[in-house]
């Protein structure tokens, strides 16, 4: 399972925070920023447990990070 989140976060050492942060957070899902996107997107993969889309967003605005889920 995939899913994709529009952001604003324009710096890999911001990105790196994030990252770091989701992962301590929510350790069963798989990360990763696509900076050079127009959407600057986080993605969020998971082998197991579905993707808890609130949760993500939660801990993502908590940074001061504008996110927004992709709708396919």
Do not use: W
């Not at 989701?22 to 993969?45: E, G, W």
């Not at 808890?52 to 927004?68: C, F, G, N, T």
Request: charged residues 30%.
């Amino acid at each position: 399972m995939v899913e994709i989140f529009k952001t604003n976060v324009n710096t890999k050492k911001r990105a790196a925070k994030v990252l770091k942060y989701l992962s301590t957070q929510l350790p069963a899902y798989f990360f990763n920023f696509d900076l050079d996107d127009c959407d600057r997107i986080l993605r969020v993969k998971s082998s197991g447990p579905p993707i808890e889309i609130a949760s993500i967003i939660k801990l993502v605005e908590a940074h001061s990070v504008e996110i927004r889920l992709l709708e396919g």
